[in-house]
Structures are given as C-alpha cells and as structure tokens.
C-alpha cells in the first residue's frame, strides 16, 4: 500500500475515533496522548453545557485529522494544545463567575464593614461607679417598712410612698451622689432579675429624683402575686476618670487569645511528645533491617502521610461533633494533625542522622543506651527542638481559624462577631491576631536561631 | 599480644571483603595495613573490636577471645581499644569536652553518665588529654567549629580516655595535608613509643608506612598478600598490593 493510501485512511480511522488514525501508523503514545486531549475537550463543553466552546473541541479533532494524514511528517503539536488551554481557561472563567468589579462598585456595603474597622473596639474610658440601694415592698401589705436607707459614704436613698402595686407610680430620691453626673437605676426582683432600667440626672447638690412607674414585669416570675416580696432599687452612677480601660470585647479578646495559645501550646507539646515514636517507625535507616519492619515502615508512612494532608479544620468539625463545642475538640484536631505533620519531619531528620559519631561512641564500649544519650540525641534534639517550635507557630495560626467551626479560643469570638456584623470588635481582633502572629514569629524565629 | 586467625568477612550482599587472613600483632609494635581502595582494610579494623561481626575466623586479645565474647565482655575488651577514623567521627554539636570525655563512656557510672554527670577526676583526665595533643583551650568549642587537624586531635584525646592496649586508627590522616598528618601520626607514635600502645593503622602513603611502621601487612581483594617489615617493601612487591600501573606517591612530595 503506497504512503498517501495509508495515510488518507488513518485520516479517516480519525475522524471516526480520534488517534485511532496515529495508532495504525503505529504511533502509540501519540494516539493515546490526541485520543485525550480530544475526549477532554468535548467532556468539559459537554459537562459544563458552554456551547460557544464546541468550536474549539471541533478544531482539536479536526487537526487530529490532519495529523493522523500527514504523520510521520511533524505538524505543529502547539496548536490544539494551546486551543485546548483557551477553551479551558475561557469556560473556568466563566464557571467561577469572575468580576473584578464587583470589588469597587458595592462602596456603601464597603464603607458600612470598613468605617467602624478603623474604631477597634478593644478599649473604653476609665471609670469609677457609685452604687447604692434601697428596698421597697410590692405589692403593698398593711403595714409596708419604711423604704428608706443611708450607706456608709453617705448616700440616702428613699421612696415614696413606702411601697408600691404594679402599675403605680413612685419617687425616687437620693442624695450624696457626684454632682452632675447621669446615674442609671435597676430594679432587681427578689431573684436577682433586672427588671426597670432608667436614667436620671443628678443636680449640683448631688441630689436626683426618678419617677417611674412599677410595671408588671417586676413580678413576672414570682410564684404568688398578691403575696408581698421586698424588691431592691439600684442606683449606679459612673464618672470618667480619664485613662483608658480595656473594654468588654477586649477582655473577651485576650480571654480568647489566651485560649487559644493555650490550645496550640497543649497541642504541639503533646504532638510533639507522640510524634516521637512515630518519627522512630517512620525513619528508613531504623526499619531496613528486616521485612516485618519496613512492612511497619511503610504503614507508618502512609498513615502519617494520610492524616497529615486532612486539614486540622476537617479534623476539628469532626472532633466538635464528637465531643462538642469548645477548645477541646479544637485541641485535639491540632494535637493529631502535629502528631502527623512531626512525625513526618522527625524521621526525616532522623534518616539524616550521621552514623560515624555513632559507630565512635559503640567502639568506646558504651551501652546502648549511652550510645542513644551522646551519640543520637545530640544529633536530633536540636533539630526536633527547631521543628517543634516552627510547629507551634503553624499550630497557633490554625487553632485562630479552628474556632470558627466551634473549637474554641480566638476564633470563636471572632466569628460570633461577624455574623453580628460587630464590626469593631472584628477589627479588634483582627489587629491582636496580627500582633500575636508578628510577635511570635519574631520569637520563633529567634529560638530556632539560637538552637541551630 | 593480638592474634587474628583466618578471618573472612562476607557482606549480606555478597561482597566478601575479607578472605582467610591471619597474623599476630605483638604488644607494642605499630603496625601498618596497607592496600588499595576496596581491599578490605576499614572491614579488618572494625572486625578488630567487632563493629561488624565476623563470617568466619576467631580472634584474640592474649587469651580472651573477642569473637565469641558476649555483650558485656565485648563492651570490656572495647573500652581497651580506643579507634580513630579517617572522617573523625565526632559529635558535631556537642562540645570538644564531651567528645572527649565520650571515650570514657565504657568506664562511667551508666546511670550518671547518662545524666551528663561526669566525675570531676574524668573531666581532669580529659582536660590533660586536650591539654596533651594542645587544644585544651578549644574545650568549650563545639566540635564542628574545628580544622580537620583539631578535630583528628579530638578524636586521639577521645582515644586516649579509654586508656587503651590497642589503638584501632583507620587511614586516620586521609582527610588531612602532608604537614598535619605528620602532627597526626606522632601523637600516635608518641603513644606507641611512651604508653607501650600497640598500634594497627591503615595508610595510604608509601612513605608514612617506612617513616612510622615497625610491621607492615598488604591487602588485596580482602587477601593478605603481604607482611613483613617497611623496609621489605620493593618495588615488585608494592605492584603486587597495588597493580601493575600502580605509581608510588609521596606524600612528602607536597611540603
Ligand atoms: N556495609 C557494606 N556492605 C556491603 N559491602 C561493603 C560494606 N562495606 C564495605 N563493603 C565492601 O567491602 C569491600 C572492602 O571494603 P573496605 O571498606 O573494607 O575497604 P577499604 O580497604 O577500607 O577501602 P578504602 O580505602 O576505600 O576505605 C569493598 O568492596 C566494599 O565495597
Ligand atoms: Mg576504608
């Protein structure tokens, strides 16, 4: 059969297959290779339903085609890789809705997270309180006592009239508090609860006057109404003292900080500690001996390899509904995937150990267990100490995400934050991970210096 | 007195590396092995204090036999053989000091050694050792921050904290200039001419063998092709360890 004939026949064998053309030139890797890239061009416009596409899988077949006539004589192999790459690159584009912007154009949205991000919510002004009391009987009985009270500074506070029924109006007069300042009174229920909350402002002489109504909710829980319980009147007063405090969101901010250093502390030490016989099993220079251990040796490293690449914050949503909200699963998410990550590098470093010091220390007539103090661990200790360390910095970084599915510490606050849309505290919290990132590094990196 | 009797050595690969060598080694003398790369010199040495373990053949310290010795025993007759290695093979990170006191490991207490406590009269042995091959001042020095020629010196004081009958030094001036493995080899010589030390060492230069060897064997292929003293050495027995294209360099050709 002449050249051409077979030629215009393996065009025709691809265009009914692609590559089947190339495969009765007997080019096999090349039919493989096309019969590929073919199929993968019409599978995605097919998957992906992008129709103007189907031009280019029609070109990469098409030039199959040709090829399929013209090989063994080279045709230009660029082309319908390079279509292949348009097609895939114009239908991802697509696919992942790309819209640079939608970045700028949404401003108001942007300036309602952004403004209050400039105002970190981590401090308020000092200040100093007053507070006093007063008790008074509701609903009235025959004989009220006398609803009256001076405290040991000096403040007196009264009611009138002695007692009261829901829904009546009372008189609230104190005396002895700062002049000028606001004060706030509380009504506290016989069970603690916080019932009527008002303002009313104090006058030069330090005197002040509330009236207000005792509405029905101050007896809501009690189990008789009619019977007569003594309620309490709070009278809380605040004046800045100038200085600054750290304010709530704050105190929940380093609360939650201190978790989860804490967390990620706990779990590189106990990591650490498990990794070691770990990194023993995995390290090939230990288990060549015989096949039972690098039958060990090869489970070892798979399992460490398998556990290592499931991201700690899988492990955490699993840990949290194992055993529930809190640092704990957190904890032992991080503590696993350490185990994992360091026993990994361990054996690694292990493997790298130098067997000349070794072998020297053998030929003194040292122990085994001499040996193993001033032969191995020397080698190692520095080196697990470095890996450790750097560790712990990847730890503290992960157990700030792990709270966001419920593992406690920073990240937990954080997130109750956004979905709040408290954005200040967001921005506060944001700047202390920030800082207790940059510093730890810093530190990290120092440290392993040091230990080189 | 060390005797050595037909000695084969057959690595797990196959590799037989020693074959049916015998000699005896008098207390005192500074014996030389020679023979080309590959011949088996380094596997003769470490059957010597049985850092590997011998296929076949027996040998022994005067009447003790090392190749039958069980754990601790050997760890009594190795702690009387003090080794030195061409690489040094020092603990990198740990000080000059603790190399140096790791060759008196075979006699420490092994719970306090084990806790880093030294006796105070064996952080003294070991400072005269520093102080005897001249890096005493060098103690507190990590091992790694050392020239080769220092490190070698660590690696005799370490030998010489083992108080030992018999110095194992395996080409131990391989890695060192012609001046230095002079320095080198008369520490070993001082320890072999004053402490009574008996010596086997490896060597490649022709002429470190005539200038510090009182005996000297020849490898090759793992076999014993020749013993006798230095001055034996002709050229027709030096092609017979070496080769037929063999040149004989002199290290003192570079000075
Ligand atoms: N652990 C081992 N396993 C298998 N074969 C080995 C091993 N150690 C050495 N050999 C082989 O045994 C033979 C002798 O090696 P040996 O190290 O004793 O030679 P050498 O004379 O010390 O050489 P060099 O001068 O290069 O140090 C060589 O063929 C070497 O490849
Ligand atoms: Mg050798």
């Not at chain 1, 280019?56 to 390079?82: E, G, R």
């Not at chain 1, 690159?89 to 992942?96: A, L």
């Not at chain 1, 009256?148 to 403040?155: S, V």
């Not at chain 1, 030069?204 to 207000?212: K, Q, R």
């Amino acid at each position: 059969m002449t050249l051409k004939n077979k030629s215009i026949i393996a065009a025709l064998l691809s265009l009914i297959i692609p590559g089947a053309g190339q495969l009765y030139k007997k080019a096999y890797k090349r039919a493989g290779a096309l019969f590929l890239l073919t199929a993968s061009a019409f599978v995605t416009v097919l998957w992906y339903q992008h129709k103007e596409w189907w031009f280019a899988a029609i070109l990469i077949w098409l030039w199959v085609v040709l090829d399929a006539y013209q090989f063994p004589k080279n045709s230009i192999t660029v082309l319908p890789i390079l279509l292949w790459l348009v097609m895939a690159y114009g239908i991802g584009w697509q696919v992942t809705e790309m819209d640079p912007t939608a970045i700028f154009r949404n401003q108001e949205r942007a300036s309602i997270i952004l403004k209050p991000m400039l105002r970190p919510d981590f401090t308020r002004p000092r200040t100093e309180s007053l507070t006093s009391y007063v008790d008074i009987q509701v609903p009235c009985s025959p004989t009220p006592p006398l609803a009256e009270r001076t405290n040991g500074n000096g403040i007196k506070m009264s009611v009138s009239p002695n007692c009261a029924n829901l829904n009546e109006y009372v008189t609230l007069n104190v005396t002895g508090f700062w002049p000028e300042y606001p004060a706030t009174m509380e009504w506290h229920s016989p069970i603690g609860a916080k019932s009527i909350h008002e303002e009313f402002q104090i006058n030069p002489d330090g005197n002040g006057t509330l009236l207000f109504q005792v509405k029905p909710i101050v007896n809501i829980a009690a189990p008789d109404q009619t019977l007569p319980q003594m309620h309490r009147i709070v009278v809380i007063q605040s004046k800045p003292l100038g200085g600054i405090d750290i304010s709530e969101t704050g105190g929940h901010i380093l609360r939650g900080i201190y978790e989860t250093l804490s967390v990620a502390l706990l779990a590189t030490l106990i990591g650490a500690i498990l990794a070691i016989p770990f990194s023993f099993l995995a390290a090939r220079n230990l288990m060549s001996s015989n096949p039972i251990m690098r039958i060990i040796y090869v489970l070892t490293r798979t399992v460490l390899n398998i556990v290592r690449s499931v991201e700690s914050l899988i492990m955490a949503i699993i840990f949290v509904v194992i055993v529930g909200l809190g640092t704990f699963p957190g904890m032992l998410a991080i503590t696993l995937h350490t185990i994992a990550a360091l026993g990994k590098l361990y054996s690694e470093v292990i493997e790298g150990i130098d067997s000349g010091p070794i072998e020297a220390i053998r030929a003194t007539g040292a122990n085994w267990l001499q040996v193993v103090r001033y032969g191995v661990i020397p080698q190692i200790i520095p080196s697990f100490m470095a890996l450790t360390i750097y560790r712990w910095d990847i730890n503290v970084r992960s157990s700030t995400i792990i709270g966001f599915v419920g593992g406690g510490g920073i990240g937990f606050y954080l997130y109750q934050w956004i979905l709040l849309q408290d954005y200040r505290s967001v921005s506060a919290s944001f700047i202390s991970i920030a800082i207790v990132v940059m510093l730890l590094d810093f530190f990290s990196a120092r440290l392993r210096e040091q230990i080189r | 007195m060390l005797r050595v009797e037909h000695l084969t050595k057959v690595y797990p690969n196959g590799t037989v590396a020693l074959k049916d060598v015998s000699f005896e080694v008098p207390d005192g003398e500074f014996l030389v092995v020679i023979g080309l790369s590959g011949s088996g010199k380094s596997t003769l040495l470490r059957c010597i204090n049985r850092l590997i373990d011998p296929t076949e053949g027996k040998i022994f310290l005067d009447d003790q036999e090392i190749t039958s010795a069980n754990s601790t025993e050997l760890r009594h007759i190795r702690r009387k053989i003090g080794m030195i290695f061409q690489q040094f093979n020092l603990v990198k990170r740990s000080t000059v000091l603790t190399n140096t006191l790791n060759g008196r490991l075979g006699y420490a207490n092994p719970f306090l050694s084990l806790l880093g406590i030294w006796p105070q009269a064996d952080k003294d042995m070991a400072m005269a050792a520093l102080n005897r091959v001249g890096i005493a001042d060098k103690a507190k020095n990590r091992a790694d921050a050392l020239s080769g020629g220092q490190q070698q010196r660590v690696g005799i004081s370490r030998a010489l904290m083992q108080e030992p009958r018999i110095i194992l030094a395996d080409e131990p001036v391989a890695s060192l200039d012609p001046v230095l493995a002079h320095s080198i080899l008369q520490y070993l010589e001082q320890m072999n001419k004053t402490d009574r030390v008996t010596v086997i060492c490896s060597l490649h230069f022709l002429d470190l063998v005539h200038r510090y060897g009182t005996h000297v064997i020849g490898l090759k292929d793992g076999m014993k092709v020749f013993e006798g003293a230095p001055s034996e050495i002709d050229r027709a027995r030096f092609k017979a360890i070496y080769g037929e294209e063999a040149q004989e360099v002199r290290a003192t050709a570079l000075e």
